[in-house]
């Protein structure tokens, strides 16, 4: 009998398919270098194939690829693998890099015209020895299950959480619920498969097949007796019976191609260490290095640029996360005087806090534990007694506290009692800095860099032992990125700005039910007025809140546009913005059921909904700031959404009356910058039109509009003015001459004439575009005055649309980035001056360019001028900041 331990192992890789699965692996979270490559496919497939080498040791190994050439496939049936989507950019530049990689590890690579990688291992595999060898097919494609015997498999790499599957015989009869393996082409003969676009038989999906295999046992034995069967599966299957066999030649793996199972070639070599030094090095893999080669590569970055790291770092020095020692410490256990003493002897220290709830003012600590990164946490359940611990923690001066999210800490910290006054490290801020377009979420971290998989449906905060280590684990990876790259940014800004917006939130705004009760009554009579003319209009009723009835009546019954198209997700006709907005220039029915939406979106949104969150306890509305949100590092905020509160229409408008002060001894202020984007543009554009315009006062949007339009100052209309003002702020978001001519209700010719014009008046601004775009292509990414990098992988992408927005991105981000930490710093000055001057009034929100105040009138006058001083003054351009400050006794008022 045969050890099956000294049998040959084979490994046969399905290149393209694991390439495919480590991109879109990686999809929302790319592996972008500093040239601005996305490596995700790479490091991914790199990652897969080292797992296979370390665990299952083969002794054999070969990567087959897909061939570019047409195959017999599509010569017999054109219309073969033809609704596959494009290759993705991405896929293409890291195919020949994997291959050359694979090549320096010494595996063979295997590419045949016109057969497809499927197609060459199925041949190898017929080839291999049954009694010596076991065959691995490297593969999540279930199609090679027609392959499986007793000595080869199919081997489905893991991925996340998922281990690998290693299919045998007796679980590819399982999957496809039939009794033979030579059984699977008949299934797929049946059912097609969408992805390669094989027909099958319409009608007939899995069950079906399954039960019509098991009982003909075969597709020419069931296409034989057809007549035994009814109805639609009878008229089906005679009816696309040639279409079932051409299904069925297209699903059968081919074992015929030109390939011979080298046992030589194929033998695990040595690797070519230099060469993928090499590699590694312009690809700027500094941990695959360490792991394969035991050192890192020389980073061949672009000439000038900072290269951005590899944070997907492992800790092969270290116990996995979930292998520490979490200790529970007790009250008058020795352990709270050492900790005492880490406290002082330490450089930082990670905290991790359990609340019973996430509310505000009712919510209670349940456990906090810490970790000094020795391999072990704290655990402390809070009581009197350990509440003084927590304290000296939260005010320690000499160390600093490494946390995630530490803003809603802070304010249910406040509610308890509790006040953070030390340094602080917030991982997600941090993280925030580094990769602005990936996701920040604390378990996708850990899973990314860390390589730490919580159990599904587990939360962070369920276990603090196991979050303080973790977070300490981050520090060690973005801390270094950090003072590197980002230090004046994250030390100076985003930090401090933690606690000037926990304290905001902390204290809240308040509202008037009365006045939304009285707006919403009101809203609901127009809603009434305006669904009742539509449906005069239209001469029936209908529900007007039904897109389906709603497309029924305008297209089918009134027959607005004869050209309209029911959408293909739907199936029903589109009725969203863009549409109604096209027909209202025709038609008026339209226009008016735009309003109604339009009332009834401020109706749920605000009026209606804003009392609903009011909390109980303080009679505030507490909206939360999200500062790791918007790329471009303006905050946004939700529950409620404060940004969206519409300001152009009347009605809108009236909603910001229902904002008042606390106390009916003061009042509302507003500040608000004046045209602070454009100020910016003139400043980092340096063009001096511009710079004069803003210098002297003048007004912006006149200015421009002279020049443009070749005109005196006195002698520019209102029309000249709007259209002036469209450019203004339209081309810093990189308006085309189509868009302009939208907006302005004018032809392409004018809008161009326009912009032509434009360019020729501010020509600092046209240098400025162009040299933001080159300096993006050097760099891979936009840069605001104040360090805030805005990473750009489509800036060198040969799709001309994708570039295209990575250019706009390029221009408009260092302004609006700019706009955003000005306004930043601004609020982190008045914070820190209201302090020091023990002021009672306070800093309750912030709208785009705009910061709301709660005054005690008795402070109007000194609040007006450190308002003014700070936002004014708190950075010196080439053009004065202006302030625009009013006051009233709600935020309408006041505005």
Same mark, same amino acid.
């Given at each position: ?5 000294? !049998?040959? !192992? ?737 032809? !392409? !010719? ?146």
């Amino acid at each position: 009998m045969t050890d099956v331990n000294a !049998k040959k !192992k084979i490994f046969l890789i399905d290149s393209l398919a694991l390439i495919y699965r480590a991109h879109f692996a990686f999809i929302n979270n790319p592996r972008i270098n500093s040239k601005g490559q996305n490596t995700s496919a790479i490091f991914g497939f790199v990652n897969s194939l080292l797992e296979i080498i370390e665990k299952e040791k083969p002794t054999h190994i070969a990567a087959a690829f897909d061939s570019y050439e047409p195959t017999v496939r599509h010569e017999d049936f054109t219309a073969y693998k033809a609704n596959r989507d494009k290759q993705p950019e991405d896929i293409t530049f890291a195919i020949p890099v994997i291959k050359q990689i694979l090549q320096a590890m010494n595996i063979a690579v295997l590419e045949m015209p016109g057969y497809e990688a499927d197609d060459i291992i199925a041949t190898l595999v017929k080839q291999a020895d049954r009694v010596n060898s076991l065959v691995y097919m490297v593969t999540p494609d279930k199609d090679y299950s027609q392959l499986v015997d007793d000595h080869i498999f199919i081997y489905k790499p893991g991925r996340g959480s998922k281990e690998v599957e290693i299919w045998d015989t007796q679980r590819v009869l399982k999957e496809f619920g039939i009794e033979k393996v030579e059984q699977v082409i008949d299934i797929q003969s049946l059912t097609g498969d969408a992805v390669d676009n094989i027909p099958g038989v319409p009608g007939i999906g899995p069950k079906t097949a399954q039960s019509l295999i098991n009982q003909y046992g075969s597709l020419e034995n069931l296409l034989a007796h057809t007549h035994e069967l009814k109805g639609k599966i009878k008229e089906n299957l005679e009816t696309y019976a040639e279409q079932a066999r051409i299904s069925y030649q297209l699903a059968k793996l081919m074992t015929d191609a030109p390939v011979i199972l080298d046992e030589k070639a194929f033998a695990v070599k040595e690797w070519d260490k230099s060469r993928l030094e090499e590699i590694f090095g312009e690809l700027e893999f500094k941990n695959l290095s360490r792991r394969m080669l035991g050192k890192e590569p020389e980073i061949k970055s672009k000439e000038g640029i900072e290269v951005q790291g590899d944070l997907f770092t492992t800790y092969p020095n270290h116990q996995s996360p979930s292998m520490i020692q979490i200790i529970h410490v007790h009250t008058g256990d020795k352990e709270t005087e050492h900790i005492r003493f880490l406290l002082k002897k330490s450089k930082f220290l990670s905290l991790a806090i359990q609340y019973t709830d996430d509310k505000l003012f009712t919510s209670e600590i349940k456990a906090f534990a810490v970790s000094f990164n020795q391999e072990k946490a704290y655990l402390f359940d809070y009581q009197e007694e350990t509440k003084e611990m927590l304290q000296e923690i939260l005010s320690a001066q000499d160390i600093t506290l490494i946390a995630y999210d530490f803003k809603k800490d802070i304010m249910l910290l406040k509610s308890n009692g509790l006040e953070f006054n030390g340094f602080l490290f917030d991982n997600l801020i941090a993280h925030y800095l580094i990769d602005s377009e990936s996701s920040h979420d604390f378990n996708r971290l850990c899973e990314n860099y860390l390589h730490h998989q919580f159990v599904s449906g587990s939360h962070p905060a369920d276990n603090p032992g196991q979050f303080a280590f973790l977070n300490i684990k981050l520090y060690e990876l973005f801390s270094k990125e950090i003072e590197e790259k980002y230090h004046h940014l994250f030390h100076n800004i985003e930090i401090p700005l933690v606690s000037v917006l926990a304290e905001m939130e902390y204290h809240g705004v308040k509202i008037s039910s009365e006045i939304l009760a009285a707006l919403s009554a009101e809203l609901q009579n127009e809603l009434k007025a305006l669904e009742e003319k539509v449906f005069r209009l239209c001469g029936m009723s209908f529900n007007l809140n039904s897109p389906q009835q709603l497309g029924h009546v305008l297209f089918n019954v009134l027959k607005l546009d004869p050209d309209a198209k029911k959408t293909k997700k739907s199936g029903q006709f589109s009725t969203n913005e863009e549409v109604l907005t096209r027909l209202a220039e025709k038609h008026e029915i339209a226009g008016v059921i735009l309003e109604y939406r339009e009332i009834q979106k401020l109706k749920s949104t605000y009026s209606d909904a804003l009392p609903g969150l009011v909390n109980p306890v303080s009679g505030m509305i507490h909206t939360s700031y999200e500062q790791a949100v918007a790329s471009t590092g303006r905050l946004s905020s939700r529950n409620p959404n404060l940004q969206n509160i519409p300001v152009r229409t009347e009605r809108g408008r009236l909603i910001r009356k229902a904002f008042i002060p606390r106390q009916p001894e003061r009042l509302i202020l507003s500040a608000d910058y004046s045209q602070i984007e454009l100020r910016v543009v003139a400043h980092v554009s340096n063009d001096e039109a511009m710079i004069e315009a803003f210098r002297t006062g003048k007004d912006i949007h006149t200015s421009t509009a002279a020049k443009v339009f070749g005109v005196k100052s006195e002698e520019v209309n209102s029309d000249m003015r709007r259209k002036a003002k469209e450019v203004n702020f339209g081309i810093i978001y990189g308006i085309s001459s189509w868009g302009l001519a939208q907006r302005l209700g004018i032809s !392409k !010719k004018e809008a161009s004439e326009i912009i032509d014009n434009y360019f020729k008046s501010f020509p600092g601004i046209k240098n400025y575009m162009q040299e933001s775009i080159e300096k993006a292509r050097k760099s891979g990414y936009a840069e605001t005055l104040f360090g805030r990098r805005r990473y750009l992988r489509d800036i060198n992408s040969v799709n001309a649309m994708q570039r295209a927005f990575a250019e706009r991105n390029a221009i408009n981000a260092p302004v609006q980035g700019t706009a955003a930490d000005i306004i930043k710093l601004a609020m982190i000055k008045i914070h820190d001056t209201f302090k020091k001057e023990k002021l009672k009034s306070l800093m309750i929100m912030q709208v785009h360019d705009e910061l709301v105040f709660d005054v005690i009138q008795d402070e109007y006058e000194v609040v007006t001028e450190l308002v003014r001083e700070g936002m004014e003054n708190v950075v010196r351009l080439k053009v004065p900041l202006i302030v625009d400050i009013g006051k009233g006794m709600n935020w309408l008022d006041a505005h």
